[in-house]
């Protein structure tokens, strides 16, 4: 026994090991498991009303089942700042909010006039928020936007942070997540879009109450999950409807919505991957007559040239859209517009696709211009082509922020169609 | 004087010591001064770095079997040698416990939120002190063994970063001007980490291919360096200040990581091997100055490493409890004092090197000399032979 304590005494490595785990290694077996002290919250809507803020929740709870079933519930609380409020969640459960695993934030309207810079300080400074973190924002309340995607979720498996991703990959085009707010807001454009989603009333159910999560999808492809409102005598139900509108922020502020036909014409400017679509009504030349022609665009490639010419700053824009015929509606229905042998693409057919996305990108152009929103970041366009004769262009003007309207936008288009 | 490490385990420490405190919170308090230039600041102080390292090495190369603190005291005497070893010791310790500092921030964001101070205090000092105790040997093999694991994971982390996240634009450049020069020097104390070198003389086996070796290591920790401000700059391009912790929160903006899951251990494990030798190297180089400082005649070596090393211990817990208990007093006394402390490092390492180069054109002069009279000698003796045949 001595010989073997005097080796122990020996090796100091030893007695650290011994020192290590009579210290910490009794508190580490009997500590509880993290994840029970934890509210986990999956994603989060902050309304601003005019009692301060309110945080909604969709927090996953542990719970000892025999069923394979995730337990979520929607929490929600009150308080004078988005800390606040979320920390009010944490006592309300007895649980420490944790925002690692939040993919969503679904803003209201108010709160993205006043300004989501400010309201988001918190949540900038909270390690883990950032890449997946997409920032929604709905007209009505967000908190009703929650409750009704958790019904929706639960019932039929779609979730809307889904929905939130496929809006910015396919729908605007952009990364509306907190990060992207930032940096376009720190930006010298100072712009960003980002997506809408909306509550639609389903109509009224005279049978009382109602547990959510009915039907799946209208003809605009909406999903829908019910939640309840009303009085004693029946209740109206609500859904979900992501009908691809956006709104405009310019340092986290709300300056404009865009409609869902806005941010169709938008896409023509940005570079994408299988999303737009260009309908050509009554559409005639020799294989076709009278038609609606639907052409999809799998791949959209834009090329920007900002340049001076006599001190006048020139934005050329060259849209390259590669473009397929997928439906094609006539009232003569020819077999021959089946045949892959013909070559569709007729100038006639080039020609009118190029006017049409001209006019739909100028439309956009024109009303973005209008408000100051630099969306396609066409401040750091000029500045990093040649920043001095660009200083000099600002100072020439009365207001900085007017850049855009000085700015002449030529656009230019070559599409292939298969 | 006992050579205990080679000149690829010497090149491996200093690869490893270009790193850690410049992958954390720099980034993000270089870019908050001068925006996307902060990867200027980085080449300037690379290149600082690098000029540092050839001083350093003209110098261990031509004094192979003596100590720096006996090089010091041949010719500046012992007491201006005890001055110089005290500024590196404070150098160290500095460094030392601006280490704990960071790396506790770090792991506290991205490990363990609620880990109490003294737990990561204790495992930070469990480990440097071991690597210490085992002596250099040791270290620069479990340098040696790590060093693959590093270069491949943070090679492949940056190849990651350029084929698959969104990479924006970082012109126009050099938009803070002279500032540049200013942080350069506000943050010094981070750069200049190839002193530790100096307290390596006399331990180092110098072969033929050696300049080789250490030059291309240490040009590769260099160029990896570079290419993760670039890749940060580029990923965070107006909101580098937002991300304290730039290396964790550039894997998470990686799209690849994030279909696999969450590839944060990547970041963290690189960064906790990095602390950890980083730490050990520190307080390697500290404990080396305080035994030079305090040796005593009467206690043998082994001993006198044990008690200095306890007493450096002391001084490190100490500055963590005062004067780093915050992020913001640490960066604060970081820019407004410890940058002088690294130009009187520069100052000795210019004082260092020009002893060395006195000594070097004295050698040549006096080589010189030797061949001349060789010559005459040889020309002396052709003489003689030519007279001899003449007679």
Request: aromatic content about 12%; hydrophobic content about 45%.
């Amino acid at each position: 026994m001595k010989k073997i304590i005097k080796k122990i005494f020996s090796h100091p490595i030893i007695c650290l090991l011994i020192m290590i785990s009579i210290v910490f290694l009794p508190a580490a077996v009997v500590a509880q498991p993290e994840s029970v002290s934890m509210l986990i919250i999956s994603a989060l809507a902050v309304d601003k009303n005019d009692d301060g803020i309110e945080t909604t929740a969709i927090a996953y709870i542990p719970k000892s089942t025999q069923i394979f079933n995730e337990n979520y519930k929607v929490i929600s609380s009150k308080g004078e700042t988005v800390y606040e409020a979320i920390t009010s969640m944490g006592v309300l459960t007895g649980k420490i909010p944790a925002l690692a695993h939040t993919n969503l934030i679904v803003v209201n309207d108010k709160l993205c006039e006043e300004g989501l810079l400010s309201s988001f300080d918190y949540l900038s400074r909270k390690y883990g928020l950032g890449s997946d973190t997409i920032i929604m924002n709905t007209s009505t309340s967000a908190k009703d936007i929650l409750t009704s995607a958790n019904k929706l979720s639960m019932s039929s498996g779609i979730l809307l942070e889904e929905i939130s991703t496929f809006n910015d990959k396919n729908v605007i085009h952009e990364k509306s997540d907190l990060e992207g707010l930032y940096n376009a807001s720190f930006a010298p454009s100072k712009s960003l879009l980002l997506a809408s989603i909306e509550l639609e009333e389903e109509g009224l159910d005279p049978g009382g109450s109602s547990t959510g999560g009915s039907s799946s999808g209208d003809s605009s492809g909406e999903a829908s999950g019910g939640t309840e409102s009303g009085g004693e005598t029946g209740s109206t139900k609500k859904k979900l409807s992501n009908k691809g509108t956006a709104v405009v922020l310019k340092e986290g502020k709300k300056i404009m919505d865009l409609s869902k036909d806005d941010v169709q014409n938008l896409s023509w400017a940005k570079r994408s991957d299988n999303s737009s679509v260009l309908t050509l009504q009554n559409y005639s030349d020799e294989n076709f007559t009278n038609s609606t022609l639907t052409l999809f665009v799998p791949k959209n490639r834009v090329n920007f040239d900002a340049h001076f010419e006599s001190q006048k700053p020139i934005l050329n824009i060259s849209i390259m859209p590669k473009m397929q015929i997928v439906e094609v509606n006539q009232e003569l229905i020819d077999k021959d517009i089946y045949a892959s042998q013909y070559k569709f693409a007729t100038e006639k057919m080039l020609e009118t696709v190029k006017n049409q996305i001209i006019t739909q990108t100028k439309s956009i152009l024109d009303k973005l211009v209008a408000n100051n929103a630099d969306i396609l970041n066409i401040y750091q366009k000029f500045d990093s082509k040649d920043t001095r004769q660009f200083e000099r262009y600002l100072n020439s003007l009365e207001n900085r922020d007017d850049y855009l309207k000085g700015i002449e936008i030529n656009i230019d288009v070559s599409s292939v169609i298969d | 004087m006992e050579k205990t490490i080679n000149a690829r385990q010497f090149a491996l420490i200093g690869f490893m010591s270009v790193f850690s405190l410049k992958l954390v919170a720099l980034p993000s308090l270089l870019f908050s001064r001068v925006g996307a230039d902060s990867l200027f600041i980085i080449i300037g102080m690379a290149i600082l770095d690098f000029l540092s390292f050839l001083l350093i090495y003209f110098v261990l190369k031509r004094n192979q079997d003596i100590s720096f603190y006996q090089f010091l005291s041949k010719h500046i005497g012992k007491f201006f040698s005890k001055f110089i070893m005290i500024l590196l010791l404070v150098a160290f310790l500095f460094k030392m416990s601006t280490l704990i500092g960071s790396a506790y921030l770090y792991s506290q964001e991205v490990i363990f939120q609620r880990a109490p101070f003294i737990l990561f205090l204790f495992i930070m000092l469990a480990i440097s002190n071991s690597l210490v105790l085992f002596k250099s040997k040791s270290y620069a093999r479990t340098v040696e063994f790590f060093y693959p694991i590093i270069s491949i994971m943070f090679a492949a982390f940056i190849l990651m970063a350029l084929l698959t996240a969104e990479l924006n634009p970082i012109t126009p450049l050099f938009k803070s001007g002279a500032k540049i020069f200013s942080t350069i020097f506000d943050y010094s104390m981070v750069s200049g980490d190839f002193v530790f070198m100096l307290l390596f003389m006399g331990k180092i086996k110098f072969d033929k291919n050696s300049s080789k070796t250490l030059f291309g290591h240490l040009l590769w920790a260099i160029v990896l360096l570079i290419t993760f401000y670039f890749v940060n700059n580029s990923i965070f391009r107006y909101t580098g200040t937002l991300h304290r912790d730039a290396i964790s929160e550039v894997v998470q903006f990686l799209p690849l990581p994030g279909i696999l899951g969450n590839f944060d251990w990547l970041a963290v494990s690189l960064m906790m091997i990095l602390f950890s030798f980083q730490g050990g190297l520190f307080l390697l180089c500290a404990n080396q100055a305080c035994v030079d400082i305090f040796r005593f005649k009467n206690m043998n070596e082994e001993k006198m490493q044990k008690w200095t090393l306890f007493f450096t211990n002391i001084i490190v817990i100490v500055l963590m409890y005062t004067i780093f208990q915050s992020f913001s007093d640490l960066r604060l006394l970081g820019v407004n004092y410890l940058k002088y402390l690294t130009l009187a490092i520069i100052a000795i390492l210019l004082v260092v090197f020009f002893i060395e180069l006195a000594k070097f054109n004295k050698n040549d002069k006096k080589l010189i000399g030797n061949s001349k009279s060789g010559k005459k000698k040889d020309k002396l003796n052709k003489f003689e032979v030519a007279n001899e045949k003449n007679n």
